[in-house]
């Protein structure tokens, strides 16, 4: 599983019920507002953000240990303090690795 990917998939899991009926928002939903001149951001009515999903997502954005070898975790390489990226021309993930790609940018 490449970086990117799992990134991907550690944001999926925040927000998608790991049981057969549909997703409940745990906790009081919030409203997300787009930055001026971008579109509404699409909100599944049935899984609408939460404070506690938000930070679930946060907490799994920044932990290391689900990496292959617990050393990255997804900000390791999309840095907010860097705009999401990680101002490298390939992206190094576990085991000092570099990749083929940058990483762009979430």
């Known amino acids: 599983m490449t970086l990117r990917l799992g990134c991907a998939l550690i944001l999926a899991v925040a927000v998608v019920s790991c049981t057969s009926a549909p997703p409940r928002a ?29 930070a679930l997502g946060k907490k799994l954005f920044f932990d290391a240990r689900l990496s292959a070898d617990g050393s990255v975790s997804c900000a390791s390489c999309h840095d907010p303090k860097q705009s999401f990226t990680d101002g ?16 762009p940018t979430v």
């Open 26 to 54: 745990i906790g009081k939903p919030v409203a997300i507002e787009a930055p001026l001149g971008l579109p509404p951001v699409p909100v599944p009515p049935e899984n609408p953000p939460t404070v506690e999903s938000i």
């Open 88 to 103: 490298m021309s390939t992206a190094k993930g576990i085991r000092n690795q570099f990749g083929k790609r940058n990483a």
